[in-house]
């Protein structure tokens, strides 16, 4: 399943705004070394989150355990018994990495992903993001 990860991290919530949108509220946090920086729009109805907390962070090709790619299908119910990425999980949304863009003044990288306009943005060092590319991913996050 190692494949299917692309990037995990933890990150410590430093700032909450919901004020733009009902329902949603941008979120940034740092990851614990600070070298990676992460800005999320999040449903707050599905996924109340405060500053000062700690989640960790998974952008995934697949859901399934075994690490093979999901059928072309889309997302579907998983039947009784079928366990998948996602139960070990509290959020988890389906999107699209669409650009990247490089910071040539200390060698970081940008990376931008849409959930159906919620948007997040990783920025950190270039060795750190080198597993993404532009496709679909799942993003999965846990307390």
Known sequence: MADAQLFEDQ?????????????VARIVGNSPDNTVTMTLDINTDLYPIQPGETVTMLLASTLNLDGTKDDEKGWREPKAGEAGLADMYDYVCHGKIYRFEEESKDN????????????????????????LRIDYVYLLMKR
């Open 108 to 131: 970081t990288i940008s990376v931008y992903v849409s959930f159906g306009g919620l948007l997040l943005r990783l920025n950190g060092p270039y060795k750190k993001l080198t597993g």
């Open 11 to 23: 990150f410590s919530i430093t700032s909450s705004d919901p004020q733009k949108y009902d329902r």
